[in-house]
C-alpha cells in the first residue's frame, strides 16, 4: 500500500475511533482493536486496559494521533530527498546547456524537420500535446509560480494555527494563480489518481504534462498532482529554429537557477523559504487534537503536493528542453 493510500486509510481509521470514543465505546471495543492493531497499537492498547484500575488508559485516538506526526515525519523527509535531487538535477542541465551552446554555434541555420519523439516527449508537452511556448513562459514565470507556491504554504500554514480561517477562500485564491482548470486535465487527471466523485474538481495543466488537481470541499480538501506520461503526439513532432534552441537553453539556464536556488541551504535550519514554512507547520502539528489535527495534517500535505508538483514541473520541461534542442540539432 503507498504512503498516500495509507494516510487516506489513517484518516477513516482516525474518525472512526473519534466516533467510537465519543460515545463511550472502550478500547475492548472489536472495531476499535483492530483499528489498533492495523496501526501496530495493538499491545499498547492491550496493557492500557489491563492497567486501567490503577490509571486512566490511554485513548486509541491519542496513540493515532502519534501516527498522524509519523506521517508529517515520512512526507518532510521525501520533500527533504527531492530537495538534494533538485541540486543534482541543476548541475546536470547546466553541462547539457553548456554542450548545446558550443554545437550550436557552429550552426548558421537548422533545416525545418520533424525529429523522432521519444520518452522526453512528454516532458515538453502542455495537455498533452507538445508546446514550445508552454515550456519557455513555465521557465520564465518561474519567480512568480514560485511566489504563488510559497504564499500558498504561508497561508496554509496561518490555517494549522488558525483553523477559523476562511480556508477555502484564501487557498483557491492562490490556487487560481496557477492556472485554469480544464476538462481535458480532469479527464487525463483522473486515470492516474482514481475516479473523481466530487463537482468540485478542478485540474491546472502545467508544462512538463503536470496537473495540479484540487477536489473535496471545506476539511476534506485536498491537492493532488499527476504526472501524465505519454500524450497525444505523433510518432514525429516539429523540430526546433536556431533561435528557438538558443531560447529553448536560456531556459533551461532559467530552471536550473531556479532549482538551485531552490535546493540551496539558507541559514543553519532550512534550505528554502518554502521549506521553513513547512517545518514550522510539521513543529505545529504536535499541538492539535481531533478534528484539528486532522485537518492541519492534511493542509501539511497538500502544502508539500503542490511544492512537489511545481519542481516536478520545472525539472521536467528542463530535460524535455534539452533533448529538443539535441534531437532538432541532430536533424539538421
Known amino acids: 500500500m503507498s504512503l498516500e493510500q495509507d494516510f487516506e486509510t489513517l484518516w477513516e481509521n482516525y474518525d472512526t475511533v473519534v466516533a467510537l470514543e465519543s460515545i463511550g465505546v472502550g478500547i475492548d471495543n472489536p472495531a476499535i482493536q483492530s483499528i489498533a492493531?492495523?496501526?501496530?497499537l495493538h499491545d499498547v492498547v492491550l496493557v492500557a486496559g489491563e492497567s486501567a484500575r490503577n490509571k486512566t488508559p490511554e485513548k486509541t485516538s491519542s496513540l493515532l494521533a502519534q501516527v498522524f506526526n509519523d506521517f508529517a515525519g515520512f512526507f518532510g523527509t521525501r520533500y527533504l530527498a527531492l530537495l538534494k535531487k533538485m541540486n543534482d538535477q541543476a548541475d546536470l542541465l547546466d553541462k547539457h546547456v553548456t554542450?548545446?551552446?558550443?554545437?550550436?554555434?557552429?550552426i548558421s541555420a537548422l533545416h525545418s524537420h520533424t525529429v523522432p519523439s521519444g520518452s522526453w516527449t512528454s516532458k515538453v508537452c502542455f495537455e498533452d500535446l507538445p508546446n514550445f511556448k508552454e515550456c519557455i513562459k513555465l521557465a520564465n514565470s518561474a519567480d512568480g509560480l514560485e511566489a504563488v507556491v510559497k504564499q500558498y504554504t504561508v497561508i496554509t500554514r496561518q490555517i494549522v494555527f488558525s483553523p477559523v480561517i476562511d480556508r477555502r477562500k484564501l487557498e483557491d485564491g492562490e490556487l487560481s494563480k496557477i492556472g485554469y482548470s480544464s476538462n481535458?486535465?480532469?479527464?487525463?487527471?483522473?486515470?492516474?489518481?482514481?475516479?473523481?466523485g466530487e463537482a468540485d474538481v478542478q485540474a491546472r495543466p502545467l508544462a512538463g504534462n503536470v496537473i495540479v488537481v484540487t477536489h473535496g470541499e471545506g476539511e476534506k480538501g485536498k491537492v493532488q498532482f499527476a504526472v501524465a506520461h505519454g500524450g497525444?503526439?505523433?510518432?514525429?513532432?516539429?523540430?526546433?529554429e536556431v533561435a528557438e534552441c538558443k531560447k529553448a537553453l536560456q531556459a533551461v539556464t532559467t530552471i536550473a537557477k531556479t532549482l538551485r536556488n531552490r535546493g540551496a541551504k539558507n541559514g543553519l535550519f532550512g534550505y528554502s523559504g518554502i521549506y521553513e514554512e513547512?517545518?514550522?507547520?510539521?513543529?505545529?502539528?504536535?499541538?492539535?487534537k481531533g478534528a484539528e489535527l486532522r485537518l492541519a495534517t492534511l493542509r501539511y500535505k497538500n502544502a508539500?503536493?503542490?511544492?512537489?508538483?511545481f519542481t516536478t514541473a520545472l525539472d521536467r520541461v528542463g530535460d524535455g528542453l534539452?533533448?529538443?534542442?539535441a534531437a532538432s540539432i541532430k536533424a539538421g
Open 37 to 40: 492493531k492495523r496501526w501496530g
Open 99 to 106: 554542450d548545446m551552446q558550443s554545437r550550436l554555434n557552429s
Open 184 to 196: 481535458a486535465a480532469i479527464h487525463r487527471a483522473s486515470g492516474y489518481l482514481g475516479r473523481f
Open 232 to 240: 497525444s503526439y505523433k510518432k514525429e513532432i516539429p523540430s526546433l
Open 278 to 288: 513547512i517545518e514550522k507547520m510539521k513543529a505545529g502539528l504536535k499541538n492539535h
Open 304 to 309: 508539500l503536493e503542490l511544492e512537489n508538483a
Open 322 to 325: 534539452i533533448n529538443w534542442v
